[in-house]
């Protein structure tokens, strides 16, 4: 039987049992102080950021609200911009917003003519307007255009007459006759 050998110790352990470190006064503050900078680097790196995250999370939840309550709170935007836009005429060129309103031109023609024939057409393009009137009695005639031209929305009218006939059925007798009315609108800025 052969005998195992060992091998022979080539390091020497210097360190005496039983012996506390010199400085052992230093090590626990040591150990507070990296601690408290530990928790101050993983305070800045990972929870601030964290939390900030959060807090930024939350205002845009917020904010995604209110975008939402303002969206339906202007769902009819487009119709009452197409309203406002009838009344102030905002979407009008300059030179559109110089005609008058036609409403009130097309009102008035048709209130004055009413009382002396029918209306067979009226047009209004840009600032002039047009009015057929068909079996109107011939002395009438002189007092419409006076009508015409004393109302505010008017500058000048003019008359053609384009066919006259014998009125049978009138008691008087007298002539009808179809007339071509022309008349020259004010500017918007005038009325």
Excluded at 1 to 13: C, F, G, H, L
Excluded at 52 to 76: F, V
Excluded at 139 to 145: P, V, W
């Amino acid at each position: 039987m052969k005998r195992e050998i060992y091998p022979s110790k080539q390091t020497v352990n210097l360190a005496e049992c039983g012996r506390a470190p010199e400085r052992s006064g230093l090590v626990l503050p040591l150990f507070f102080i990296c601690l408290i900078l530990l928790g101050m680097i993983i305070g800045a790196s990972i929870l601030w950021p964290l939390k900030r995250l959060e807090n930024l999370r939350t205002d845009i939840r917020r904010k995604k609200e209110e975008l939402a309550r303002y969206q339906e709170y202007n769902e009819d935007y487009y119709q009452v911009e197409e309203r406002y836009g009838q009344y102030f005429c905002t979407y009008l060129t300059e030179e559109e917003a110089d005609i008058i309103e036609r409403g009130p031109a097309v009102r008035l023609m048709e209130e004055k003519t009413a009382a002396y024939g029918g209306t067979k057409s009226l047009e209004i393009q840009d600032n002039t307007c047009r009015v057929v009137i068909e079996a109107m009695p011939l002395s009438g005639l002189s007092s419409l255009m006076q009508e015409l031209e004393a109302s505010p929305l008017t500058r000048q009218v003019t008359v053609a007459v384009t066919a006259a006939r014998e009125n049978e059925t009138d008691e008087g007798g007298g002539q009808t006759v179809t007339a071509d009315l022309t008349a020259v609108l004010v500017e918007a800025e005038e009325y």
